[in-house]
T-cell receptor, first 110, second 114 residues
Framework: RKEVEQDPGPFNVPEGATVAFNCTYSNSASQSFFWYRQDCRKEPKLLMSVYSSGNEDGRFTAQLNRASQYISLLIRDSKLSDSATYLCVAAGGSARQLTFGSGTQLTVLP | SAVISQKPSRDICQRGTSLTIQCQVDSQVTMMFWYRQQPGQSLTLIATANQGSEATYESGFVIDKFPISRPNLTFSTLTVSNMSPEDSSIYLC???????????FGQGTRLTVV
């Protein structure tokens, strides 16, 4: 079983749609969680950190459920520019154990 | 976030040769890592670059194949030694800045071994 599991997709959604990505992690000692975005042939870029209380940044909302070891990312009012691969990441206390999911591919269609 | 300069951005190399990738950060960082991303796959941690001492390698990666240096807090190199076509991949430098938990990435080095 992978340490961080994501639905690989692809998700193909129309502009303006709301889309949700889910992620589960197996290491209960993980302390920090993130969503990264990776465009084709580019490096991953931090989208947002994920906190237990949930956090929102514009159209993006991230949630963490420690009891279920589950992380989610919600994108509202999808834009064409949101098309990318979204990587779920769990990190141990030392940050050394940064474990990436395999990524979920999103394509927003006009 | 830190500004990370990684080079070369890409290279095509002959099998049996070695390539050294450089990672320079514009500010002091606590941790520096090297990752590999094979085509269509996610990132796999190769090692943690430790300042002034030997890197800490993950399972499946060894120093003889991937020697790493980190002479100071802002610079690290990864060498891919005795390359084979299986080493064709993207290699990424990552840093965690002082006082932070988020990791940031260099632009990556796209390596093709022929």
């Amino acid at each position: 079983r992978k340490e961080v599991e994501q639905d690989p997709g692809p998700f193909n959604v129309p502009e303006g749609a709301t889309v949700a990505f889910n992620c589960t992690y197996s290491n209960s000692a993980s302390q920090s969680f993130f969503w990264y975005r990776q465009d084709c042939r580019k490096e991953p870029k931090l989208l947002m950190s994920v906190y237990s209380s949930g956090n929102e940044d514009g159209r993006f909302t991230a949630q963490l459920n420690r009891a279920s070891q589950y992380i989610s990312l919600l994108i509202r009012d999808s834009k064409l520019s949101d098309s990318a691969t979204y990587l779920c990441v769990a990190a141990g206390g030392s940050a050394r154990q940064l474990t990436f999911g395999s990524g979920t591919q999103l394509t927003v269609l006009p | 976030s830190a500004v990370i300069s990684q080079k070369p951005s890409r290279d095509i190399c002959q099998r049996g040769t070695s390539l050294t990738i450089q990672c320079q950060v514009d500010s002091q960082v606590t941790m520096m890592f090297w990752y590999r991303q094979q085509p269509g796959q996610s990132l796999t941690l190769i090692a943690t670059a430790n300042q002034g001492s030997e890197a800490t390698y993950e399972s499946g990666f060894v120093i003889d194949k991937f020697p790493i240096s980190r002479p100071n807090l802002t610079f690290s190199t990864l060498t891919v030694s005795n390359m084979s076509p299986e080493d064709s991949s993207i290699y990424l430098c990552s840093v965690v800045a002082v006082g932070n938990t988020e990791a940031f990435f260099g632009q990556g080095t796209r390596l093709t071994v022929v």
